[in-house]
């Protein structure tokens, strides 16, 4: 059973940073589209940043300018780049691997809270 596996979330001050990585091992990474979702209390599951095979971004309107998302074929690896961090970032971050006939996988997230 693959499982993606998401790490580098935390409590962070607004205006801070942070680094999320999702780990794909046993999948054939580079021809996955990877996606980062977050989920706040509450609220339903959305799409933060999304980057194709083929290295192609996409932003939600609410973290453009400050989230960048990158992938790394070599380490099975996607990041997301999280600057200007707001409270309204605060969430539970998901990893994503879609690909159209291959089936698709989950992380189990990771939490980021941004409180003074």
């Known amino acids: 059973q693959v499982q993606l596996v998401e790490s580098g979330g935390g409590l962070v001050q607004p205006g801070g940073s942070l680094r999320l990585s999702c780990k794909a091992p046993g999948i054939i990474f580079d021809i996955y589209d990877m996606g980062w979702y977050r989920q706040a209390p509450g609220k339903q599951r959305e799409l933060v940043a999304q980057i194709s095979s083929g290295g192609s971004t996409d932003y939600a309107d609410s973290v453009k300018g400050r989230f960048t998302i990158s992938r790394d074929n070599a380490k099975s690896t996607v990041y997301l780049y999280l600057n200007s961090l707001k409270p309204e970032d605060t969430a539970v971050y998901y990893c994503?691997?879609?690909?159209?006939?291959?089936?698709?996988?989950w992380g189990q997230g990771t939490q980021v809270t941004v409180s003074s």
């Open positions: 994503n691997a879609v690909h159209p006939t291959y089936p698709n996988y």
